[in-house]
Structure formats: C-alpha cells, structure tokens
C-alpha cells in the first residue's frame, strides 16, 4: 500500500503526466575565432601564441580594399615598404623593416619567389635549368609560380608528356594535362630520342638568352638514371638535367 501511495504522489506532484524520458541537449559545436598560422619550424599555432608579428590578408579584406595586385595590398602592412619599378607587373622589390630586398622570402605554396640563389643564377647570363622533382604537382606548382612572377619557361618533355602513354591517352587525356601546363609556359620543347638535335639546339638558344628551361627528374622522362638513396629506400633519378648543365655551363636548381 505504501508504494502505490508513493507513485499516486509521484503523479499528483509531476502534473499527473507520465514521465517521459528527454533527449540530451545538443553539443554545440565549437567555434574557432582565430587564425592558424604556419611557423617557421613547420608547426601550425594559434595566431596569438606565436611570439612574432604575424598579418593575415584573407579573401574578405582583398575584397574590400579592391586591391588589384600584390604590392597594394603589402604597402599597409606594419614593417614592409614596396618599391616598384615602373608600371604593374615590372620588377617589384620588398624591403622588411629597413632590410635588404633579397633579406625578405617570398613563398607560394612553399616555393621561394625571391631565391637570391635563382637571382645569381640568372645574373651570370648563361640562362638557368630547374630541376624538377618528381613528387606529384611539383613540376605544375613552380611552373604556375614563376609565371606569377612573369617567369615564364620552356619545358623539355617527351612527345607522350601527360597522364599516360597509351595511344588512347596521348590522344585524347594528354591534350588536357599540355593545355593546363601550357598556361605557364613560354614553350614546350619536345624530345626526340631518335633525334634530340632539335630540341638540344633549342634549348642553347634559349640559354643563350638567359631564358630558364625546366627538366623534370623523373625516372619516365630520361635516358641516363642514377639511384639515389632516399629514406628506407631510394629514388631514380634522370640526370638529363645535370647533362645539359655540363654541356652549357648554365646554373642547375633543383626543386
């Protein structure tokens, strides 16, 4: 009797509704209020956390300032001073806080802009090969940053140069992968290795004129192969880049 009792209590002090069992409340998702910059070391920190000053220029700030290039938007940052020469798109030089110009890196995508290395390279007058490595989009991505640089080069490459050597893909996949790369390109020299006189003297001539030609390292595109140890294993590697370099005397950069 006394637990039928403690139920009708149970009712009468509840509203006399039957008790129903409640969904938990949502989780609310947490939300980020800043930036995650890549240090030096390669780390991702928080914004406030690195001991630096740090400037973000996101998409929404380019938008309002209505900057049309890279030098307009750099002009406001604390620290920096821009010199251009000329009108856009002529030589333009960064100075961070009184230092030199060649002081200050410029990357894209991790690719230095500004190498004072590439800078003496081409300073000699003999022209420069880069030496592309065979890592996926390597060659795409300095290609396509040169040439935002208004550093166009002439690429050596096998007549199949793209996504296979098929008859069906050189025919019809193929032309998609040259129309990209072309967009960044001064030339694409094709290789003959029946007969590479053509392209060998083309590539003089582009030297000649302290033009950049680029050669991928990549075991597909070369004759000559050197094995190269590479972490637990090791990496083949065409030396036609290195060849050329010893035949022209012109500067070779890795990348």
Do not use: C
Not at 173 to 198: C, T
Request: overall charge neutral; glycine content about 10%.
């Amino acid at each position: 009797m006394r637990r039928i009792l403690l139920i009708l209590t149970a009712g009468v002090l509840g509203g006399g509704y039957p008790v129903v069992a409640q969904a938990p409340a949502p989780v609310p998702v947490p939300v980020f209020r800043d930036d995650v910059v890549v240090t030096a070391s390669a780390d991702s920190e928080v914004r406030a956390d690195v001991p630096v000053a740090v400037t973000v220029i996101d998409g929404k700030e380019i938008e309002a300032r209505q900057s049309h290039d890279l030098a307009d938007l750099l002009n406001t940052v604390p620290g920096l001073s821009v010199v251009q020469a000329g009108s856009p798109g002529q030589q333009t030089s960064l100075f961070t806080r009184g230092t030199n110009s060649n002081q200050t890196l410029l990357l894209w995508n991790g690719i230095p802009l500004n190498d004072p290395f590439f800078a003496d390279a081409r300073a000699q007058g003999r022209g420069a090969i880069l030496w592309i490595s065979d890592f996926v989009s390597a060659g795409d991505a300095s290609k396509a940053a040169l040439a935002r640089e208004a550093l166009r080069v002439a690429h050596l490459s096998p007549p199949a140069h793209g996504f296979t050597t098929s008859r069906f893909g050189i025919r019809w996949l193929n032309p998609f992968r040259l129309a990209f790369e072309g967009a960044y390109l001064s030339e694409r020299i094709v290789f003959e290795r029946h007969d590479p006189a053509p392209a060998m003297a083309r590539i003089e001539r582009i030297l000649r004129q302290n033009g950049i030609v680029s050669i991928m390292a990549s075991m597909h595109e070369g004759g000559t192969l050197a094995h190269v140890p590479f972490l637990n294993g090791g990496l083949r590697l065409s030396l036609g880049a290195v060849r050329l370099g010893l035949l022209s005397r012109p500067p070779v950069l890795p990348l």
